[in-house]
Nanobody, 131 residues
């Protein structure tokens, strides 16, 4: 069984930065997994934010939603089995519960984007951005 625990969410002012962490444990390792961040605003569907594929992925580049590209950075610490989401230039529309999710190595970047591709999820951490 795989466990994911998110942390770092809090209320911040627009324009500031925040880093979320996702600690992965259990019968897997971050270096051999695809890990993604999704978010869900109140009354909205869960949407893709960013993802990083396994360590041996040929492309070896994270994937981002257009709405966060150039503002958010996803990174991985294999030694700590932790994935981070660095968020800068936060906007009120970034408000929501942020979830991390894990799956075996994805065969393509498109497979990283769909929530249905991920079997393991954390409980989420709330990010609130005030204007």
């Amino acid at each position: 069984q795989v466990h994911l625990v998110e942390s770092g969410g809090r209320q911040v002012q627009a324009g500031t930065s925040l880093t979320l962490s996702c600690a992965v444990s259990g019968r897997t390792y971050v270096r051999s997994s695809a890990v993604a961040w999704f978010r869900q605003g109140h009354g909205e569907e869960r949407e893709f934010v960013a993802a990083v594929n396994w360590d041996g992925w040929v492309g070896d580049k994270p994937v981002y939603a257009d709405s966060v590209k150039d503002r958010f950075t996803v990174s991985r610490d294999n030694a700590e089995d932790t994935v981070f989401l660095q968020m800068t230039g936060l906007k009120p529309e970034d408000t929501g519960v942020y979830y991390c999710a894990q799956r075996p190595p994805a065969p393509s970047n498109s497979a990283l984007l769909r929530p249905s591709e991920y079997a393991n999820w954390g409980r989420g951490t709330q990010v609130t951005v005030s204007s």
